[in-house]
T-cell receptor, first 114, second 115 residues
């Protein structure tokens, strides 16, 4: 079946602009995660959704970052007033439910803030 | 807090040889899961292998196997008969068995298989 998809694949924006990154999880996966991968770094957790609610937003680095999920499916990560340090690859993952351990990742969105 | 440490930023090995990637971790939990993910240049994170902490037997998946030492909090990945397609970044990750579902990742090891 189809895996996790993300769009756009690449995004170049100017400092101060807002951007939206989209994630389509695997059908039926109730848990959805956003991670950020900065150059030369491991993955940093941003936010976790169970259904449409976000029980863990602890990884969002500032109030410029927000995310929502609608219909228990698609999620959008929004970065307002982008800064150069926001440049990174943003990865989305989904899993079947809280009992299952394996998270399946999308190909990511590479964001470059000029 | 959980931490994962990968002390080998880069490694290279000749094709068909065996290579072992190191990972150590720290957690106060007794039950948890450990993972190795592979990230090729395509950026797609692919699960290579996983290990449940309550299982003493080391996990194996074809050419990939782990050496899980719970007391030492060590979780190394062994790749046998390495192939060119194994060239990628490899990330070790840890997840608690309950509650917050996030994965905690190490900084990765860049593995290059030399023809």
């Amino acid at each position: 079946g189809a895996g996790v998809s993300q769009s756009p694949s690449n995004k170049v924006t100017e400092k101060g602009k807002d951007v939206e990154l989209r994630c389509d999880p695997i059908s039926g996966h109730t848990a959805l995660y956003w991670y950020r991968q900065s150059l030369g770094q491991g993955l940093e957790f941003l936010i976790y959704f169970q259904g449409n609610s976000a029980p863990d937003k602890s990884g969002l680095p500032s109030d410029r970052f927000s995310a929502e999920r609608t219909g228990g499916s698609v999620s959008t990560l929004t970065i307002q007033r982008t800064q150069q340090e926001d440049s990174a690859v943003y990865l989305c993952a989904s899993s079947l439910d809280r009992v299952r351990e394996t998270q399946y990742f999308g190909p990511g969105t590479r964001l470059l803030v000029l | 807090a959980q931490t994962v440490t990968q002390s080998q930023p880069e490694m290279s090995v000749q094709e068909a040889e065996t290579v072992t990637l190191s990972c150590t971790y720290d957690t106060s939990e007794n039950n948890y899961y450990l993972f190795w993910y592979k990230q090729p240049p395509s950026r797609q994170m692919i699960l290579v292998i996983r290990q449940e902490a309550y299982k003493q037997q080391n996990a194996t998946e074809n050419r990939f196997s782990v050496n899980f030492q719970k007391a030492a909090k060590s979780f190394s990945l062994k790749i046998s008969d390495s192939q060119l397609g194994d060239t990628a970044m490899y990330f070790c990750a840890l997840r608690r068995d309950f509650g917050n579902e996030k994965l905690t990742f190490g900084t990765g090891t860049r593995l290059t298989i030399i023809p």
